[in-house]
């Protein structure tokens, strides 16, 4: 089946304009994780959803940072008003584990590459 | 905060030898992961090991942990240009559920 996919694979924005990226999660996984990447770095979790509802929201770095999950399937990160520290590659991922998310494997997409100018 | 350490940071070796990366943690854990990545996109799940595990083995991939020294080793062996990537440690707590914390990798180069 179709693996985790992301839209878009790049995105270069100018600073203090919105955007949003897009996460469509393997069907039937029920966890989705977002995590940011910047460059030469590990990854840093930003939220994690359990179908519709966020349990740990605490990665995200300022109110500027917003997520949200519908139909326990697609999930879209939005980024307002960008800055240039926003400049990072933004991964999804999920898991099939209904109970606990950091039990299974996780299943990353190709990352969204975000160039804030 | 990053919970995984790896070392080292960079790792240089020729095809055919083996190649050892390790990685140390801080808190309790319920298991640790190893993933791989290519040119800084999405990453792929190589092997997870519970905590009450001590080694596990996948193909040519051999992974140990060590909970006393919060401690876990990744071995490659007879590598192979295409195993040249970075490698993170990833780890998921001891209770509650939470998401795996990841850390900062090694960047392993396969030279044939």
């Known amino acids: 089946g179709a693996g985790v996919s992301q839209s878009p694979s790049n995105k270069v924005t100018e600073k203090g304009k919105d955007v949003e990226l897009r996460c469509d999660p393997i069907?039937?996984?029920?966890?989705l994780y977002w995590y940011r990447q910047s460059l030469g770095q590990g990854l840093e979790f930003l939220i994690y959803?359990?179908?519709?509802?966020?349990?740990?929201k605490s990665g995200l770095p300022s109110d500027r940072f917003s997520a949200e999950r519908t139909g326990g399937s697609v999930s879209t990160l939005t980024i307002q008003r960008t800055q240039q520290e926003d400049s990072a590659v933004y991964l999804c991922?999920?898991?099939?584990?209904?109970?606990?998310?950091?039990?299974?494997?996780?299943?990353f997409g190709p990352g969204t590459r975000l160039t804030v100018l | 905060s990053q919970q995984g350490e790896e070392d080292p940071q960079a790792l240089s070796i020729q095809e055919g030898e083996n190649a050892t990366m390790n990685c140390s943690y801080k808190t309790s854990i319920n298991n640790l992961q190893w993933y791989r990545q290519n040119s800084g996109r999405g990453l792929v799940h190589l092997i997870l090991?519970?905590?009450?595990?001590r080694e596990k083995h996948s193909g040519r991939l051999r992974v140990t942990l060590d909970t006393s020294k919060k401690s876990s080793s990744l071995l490659i062996t007879a590598s192979r240009a295409a195993d040249t990537a970075s490698y993170f440690c990833a780890t998921a707590p001891d209770s509650g559920y939470s998401t795996l914390t990841f850390g900062k990798g090694t960047m392993l180069l396969v030279s044939p």
């Open positions: 069907s039937g996984h029920t966890a």
């Open positions: 090991i519970r905590s009450n595990e």
């Open positions: 959803f359990q179908g519709n509802s966020a349990p740990d």
């Open positions: 991922a999920s898991s099939p584990h209904s109970s606990g998310g950091a039990y299974n494997e996780q299943f």
